[in-house]
């Protein structure tokens, strides 16, 4: 569940983000999933979650670290 207010949300991203993206021209969250289970080219990707707004989709990988298990492989998948 998603507990901030979509303009904290929104404030959030912008704030944490390393690009010059308009978040506030996003809208607002239409809705939310938390490790989707999506087929890819046969196989399977997790993001950590999915973000579906009125006009921007958002999908977020968090890593605890920068020692990261993720592969470039697991990147490329789409």
Known sequence: MILLPDNLLIEVLDNSANTTLNYKGFG???????????????????????????NADIIIEAKKDDSTDQTCKQWKKK
Request: charged share 25%; aromatic share 26%.
């Open 28 to 54: 607002n969250l239409d809705s939310y999933e938390f490790w989707p289970h999506w087929n890819s080219k046969g196989s399977y990707v997790e993001p950590d979650i999915f973000l579906r707004f009125e």
